[in-house]
């Protein structure tokens, strides 16, 4: 490094390529955004403009080959990670990636492999444990406060479903959707998941099911510390992002509730109201996006380990991988039959 700030290339200008560049930008001042790349040159430019990033490329090689870039962002659609990891640590770049890493565990243990023969650092973008209540839930299991746990509710419900060429490409909701709230089950029970049972159906619209998707399911899962948790989840709650969390543990319950645009309610002669909870990711998890790349500057600036790490990536896909592999054969999945021991 040779700087002492962390010059940033971010490859994809995209939904989450936009929000990681405003926080670069706008937020961060120990980072430099410095160049982008999109596939798409106008939405490169689009972001380049907004965000006042110098330069502006079509071809992510660009970004790779630039020796003033210490670190790349990946913000391309999930089939190229694989691939960019590799390329970005032969390269000798730090990384950031979206989660998730890859569909398939072969190609991510390749990555995997490239990153720790570059001796870069790589961070997976599972940003929800950035967010304050999850990590205030996460502490109160680990300090022993809610002595023993026993149960989890996961409730992770989007607003509405994204386009149909996005789940085609999606890998389905598992690798797509769950994979957050596998990550969160882990983070917060501070114990591996041995064995889970999912269960799928197709509720809000035909057209996911001809794309061989779920938009519904319920995911039983059995940790090796002896909890037991639930994720529920479905691509559409009419009334917005619905994203809590439930501990039940032998000294007490600890939980989390939805985010909302303001606190004010509503009292009429009829009713209590209040208003709809923050609609979306770029809204409801906006600190914990910045909080997320915060954390991987520092880490890289100061040679520290990241806290979300490769292995973590991998975890989340061996338990979406188990969970396709339940709703097929309708039966409790272990996740050992998926390949969890990582190489
Ligand atoms: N952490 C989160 O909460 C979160 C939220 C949304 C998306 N994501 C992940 O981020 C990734 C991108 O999702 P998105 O919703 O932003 O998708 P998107 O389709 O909105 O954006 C992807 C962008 O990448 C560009 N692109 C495609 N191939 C490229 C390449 N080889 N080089 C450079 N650019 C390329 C596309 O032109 C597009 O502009 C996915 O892996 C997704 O799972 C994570």
Known sequence: MTSNKLRIGIIGAGRIG????????????????????????????????????????????????????????????????????????????????????????????????????????????????FDTNFARVHNAVTSGELGTPHLMHIVSRDPAPPPLPYIRASGGIFLDMTIHDFDMARFLAGSEVESLYASGAVRIDKEIEKAGDLDTAVIVLHFKNGMIGTIDNSRQAVYGYDQRVEILGSKGAIATENRFPNQVTLSTGSSIQRDLPLNFFMDRYAESFESELSAFVQAVLHDKPVPVTGQDGRAATVMALAARKSVELRRPVQLEEVGHSAP
């Not at 502006?56 to 970004?63: K, P, S, T």
């Open 18 to 129: 936009k929000v990681h560049s405003e926080t670069l930008a706008f937020r961060l001042p120990d980072a430099i955004p410095l160049a982008i790349a999109d596939v798409n040159l106008d939405a490169a430019s689009e972001v380049a403009e907004r965000c006042h990033i110098p330069r502006v490329l079509r071809d992510h090689a660009d970004i790779l080959k630039d020796p003033e870039v210490d670190a790349v962002l990946i913000c391309s659609p999930t089939e190229t990670h694989a691939d960019l990891i590799i390329s970005a640590a032969r390269a000798g770049k730090h990384i950031f990636c979206e989660k998730p890493i890859d569909h398939s565990l072969s190609k991510i243990d390749l990555a995997l492999q490239a990153v720790k023969q570059a001796r870069v650092k790589l961070q997976i973008g599972f940003n929800r444990r």
